[in-house]
């Protein structure tokens, strides 16, 4: 079985598994004995996989599908060779017909897009569809890389995911990535990191600033919290400098750079950024390589991982010349370009500075996304605030500080087992509402462990 017909079929199940509805699952049927044969087996689990379908239980059918593959897997001899890839192809157009009756790739307001590109499911190209792609990038002789650009079969599969049922996401990345990629590189040239490096958050967020993934990393970065702190970013309940699209870009270039230093390859650098390092040397330890693609090949890291920089190549191929892969460039809106900052005293009143400044506290607040509330830090006595570049800074002349006794006042609370919200809004005084929009909640969904931001009486 190709590895690419491997990918396809994981990427399937994973997004299946993904969107799966939270209600209770059926019951599974019993599987046909072992002596019934593998493509019996296959068969029957596959079937049972289709009737999950019916039902809505995506998670049941992923799971029938995974076991009608391990077990034509585990079959010895090449015979089930050419039953197997039919079954991954019968898989992977369910999966497909799923897709098409979804919404757009970005349907949640802060969706991380890494999200969806690792659910992509795959193609198979042919060695001959790997061979023209490289050729291609090879005689494109206007385009320089800095950093070596491998051509193989998964990145020609995200390459043509990207271009079929991944292109409009894609597009969308492309055009708020205009007012981003200059200022970017520039960064990363500080920082003496490759500027093709500079185009990751297509994959990473899409280019949304304000991006958050399931995993919780924020940003068009796409930082956790703990790394984002570690490289220097604010992350409390008054700020979160990972929405901070330049602050969070200065502290990734500085990020890839000391992976760099460490493994001294950027394949393994960007394995590390995505799947984090520990996980990265214990694939190196145990097949005693560096080599990201040999890496690739084993189970000894994520399936994320693993398609992160096939993904990541293919979109910069794409970046780097949109127009030879069917997408545009500058169609998007520019929200940062032309902006300026200024030091005004803090903690100021946002709504009082937007109105001195003639415009909604929402339209400073885009300007500034990693302000959580409606003023500057109280921790600090000044601040560089990013305005419009036609605002008319002597409007703020003669800025007061807000009071320390008139600011709000927020405790930290972490939920623990049996914590409902409306519990824990008895408990501290408010209201259910307040502790949702104080922590940007969707839902009145909470879990042990978590830490909530409550507001005072």
């Given at each position: 079985m190709s590895r690419a017909r491997t990918a396809l079929l994981l990427a399937a199940l994973c997004l299946l598994l993904a969107c799966a509805p939270a209600r209770s699952r059926l019951k599974p049927a019993a599987a046909p004995p072992a002596a019934s044969g593998p493509q019996v087996r296959a068969e029957a689990l596959f079937q049972q996989g289709k009737a999950f379908l019916e039902k809505g239980d995506m998670a049941g059918a992923a799971s029938c599908f995974d076991q009608a593959v391990d077990a034509l897997l585990d079959a010895d001899g090449a015979g089930q060779r050419g039953t197997?890839?039919?079954?991954?192809?019968?898989?992977?157009?369910?999966?497909?017909?799923?897709?098409?009756?979804?919404?757009?790739?970005?349907?949640?307001?802060?969706?991380?897009?890494?999200?969806?590109?690792?659910?992509?499911?795959?193609?198979?190209?042919?060695?001959?569809?790997?061979?023209?792609?490289?050729?291609?990038?090879?005689?494109?002789?206007?385009?320089?890389?800095?950093?070596?650009?491998?051509?193989?079969?998964?990145?020609?599969?995200?390459?043509?995911?990207?271009?079929?049922?991944?292109?409009?996401?894609?597009?969308?990345?492309?055009?708020?990535?205009?007012?981003?990629?200059?200022?970017?590189?520039?960064?990363?040239?500080?920082?003496?990191?490759?500027?093709?490096?500079?185009?990751?958050?297509?994959?990473?967020?899409?280019?949304?600033?304000?991006?958050?993934?399931?995993?919780?990393?924020?940003?068009?970065?796409?930082?956790?919290?703990?790394?984002?702190?570690?490289?220097?970013?604010?992350?409390?309940?008054?700020?979160?400098?990972?929405?901070?699209?330049?602050?969070?870009?200065?502290?990734?270039?500085?990020?890839?750079?000391?992976?760099?230093?460490?493994?001294?390859?950027?394949?393994?650098?960007?394995?590390?950024?995505?799947?984090g390092p520990r996980r990265v040397e214990r694939a190196m330890r145990a097949l005693q390589t560096a080599d990201f693609f040999a890496i690739n090949q084993?189970?000894?890291?994520?399936?994320?991982?693993?398609?992160?920089?096939?993904?990541?190549?293919?979109?910069?191929?794409?970046?780097?010349?949109?127009?030879?892969?069917?997408?545009?460039?500058?169609?998007?809106?520019?929200?940062?370009?032309?902006?300026?900052?200024?030091?005004?005293?803090?903690?100021?009143?946002?709504?009082?500075?937007?109105?001195?400044?003639?415009?909604?506290?929402?339209?400073?607040?885009?300007l500034n996304p990693e302000l959580l509330r409606d003023f500057t830090p109280s921790s600090v006595t000044e601040y560089r605030l990013r305005l419009p570049g036609s605002a008319d800074e002597t409007a703020l002349a003669g800025l007061e500080r807000i009071p320390a006794a008139k600011i709000p006042k927020y405790n930290l609370y972490r939920v623990r087992p049996g914590d409902t919200l409306s519990v824990i809004a008895r408990r501290h005084g408010t209201t259910v509402r307040r502790i949702q929009e104080t922590n940007r909640l969707k839902s009145t969904r909470i879990r042990p462990g978590m830490n909530l931001i409550i507001p005072g009486r």
């Open positions: 197997l890839n039919e079954y991954v192809r019968r898989i992977a157009d369910i999966e497909l017909n799923y897709l098409k009756d979804k919404n757009s790739p970005e349907n949640g307001e802060h969706e991380a897009f890494l999200d969806q590109v690792i659910a992509t499911p795959l193609f198979s190209p042919s060695e001959k569809d790997v061979q023209d792609l490289r050729q291609k990038v090879s005689d494109m002789a206007a385009v320089t890389y800095s950093l070596p650009v491998i051509v193989n079969s998964q990145v020609v599969s995200f390459l043509r995911a990207f271009q079929t049922i991944r292109h409009e996401g894609i597009q969308r990345a492309l055009d708020r990535m205009g007012e981003f990629i200059g200022p970017f590189q520039e960064i990363f040239r500080q920082h003496g990191v490759p500027e093709d490096l500079a185009y990751l958050p297509i994959i990473e967020s899409g280019f949304r600033v304000d991006a958050t993934s399931r995993a919780r990393a924020r940003g068009a970065w796409q930082f956790m919290a703990a790394t984002a702190r570690l490289f220097g970013l604010r992350v409390d309940w008054q700020v979160d400098e990972r929405l901070d699209p330049f602050k969070a870009a200065d502290a990734a270039a500085r990020f890839l750079k000391h992976l760099h230093e460490e493994y001294n390859d950027w394949y393994i650098a960007l394995a590390c950024y995505n799947g084993s189970r000894h890291i994520r399936r994320e991982t693993k398609n992160y920089v096939p993904a990541f190549l293919a979109s910069l191929i794409i970046a780097r010349s949109p127009q030879e892969y069917g997408f545009t460039l500058g169609g998007g809106e520019a929200v940062f370009a032309g902006s300026k900052t200024v030091v005004v005293p803090s903690p100021a009143s946002l709504p009082a500075i937007a109105e001195r400044l003639q415009m909604t506290t929402a339209e400073l607040k885009r």
